[in-house]
């Protein structure tokens, strides 16, 4: 949970970037924070519920139609996500990553995970992820999203 977050960083006194104390910035990261709850986080699970776990649960595939919806309303969570947050930046906050960088990017791969590549037609995007993980480390990456990778293999 973000509360959860926000109380690690203060109690284990991360680098500044994470949670920034210049105040602007630290506003640009709180601000991500609760947009994306009923944004990207939303938008995100739905589609990852449409597509893979309501499937596994009832065995049944659910209509296209439902499935286009949930990819619709997360296309538009994404074009205001690159439009408002990412901009010409190349972290949320600005020139280092952030906890709304390490946020993002974990809801974003749920539907990733899903086997909708939200990356590839989104350039600014996909070079955003990529200085995220690069930041994380890529191995560290692949470490915390490797079970969710082989969710359909259940």
Request: charged fraction near 25%.
């Amino acid at each position: 949970s973000i509360a959860i977050l926000l109380y690690l960083v203060q109690k284990f006194k991360t680098p500044d970037h994470w949670y920034p104390s210049d105040l602007q910035k630290r506003a640009r990261v709180d601000e991500y924070l609760s947009w994306q709850h009923a944004n990207i986080r939303a938008k995100g699970s739905k589609l990852f519920l449409t597509k893979v776990l309501l499937p596994l649960l009832t065995g049944q595939p659910l209509p296209p139609e439902k499935l286009e919806f949930a990819t619709e309303e997360l296309n538009v969570a994404l074009k205001q996500f690159e439009e408002k947050f990412l901009q010409d930046k190349p972290f949320i906050a600005g020139s280092e990553i952030s906890l709304a960088d390490l946020v993002a990017l974990v809801e974003l791969m749920q539907p990733v995970c899903a086997g909708y590549n939200l990356f590839e037609e989104r350039p600014k995007l996909m070079e955003w992820r990529r200085r995220v993980e690069e930041a994380v480390g890529k191995q560290l990456f692949q470490e915390a999203h490797e079970e969710i990778m082989n969710i359909k293999n259940l």
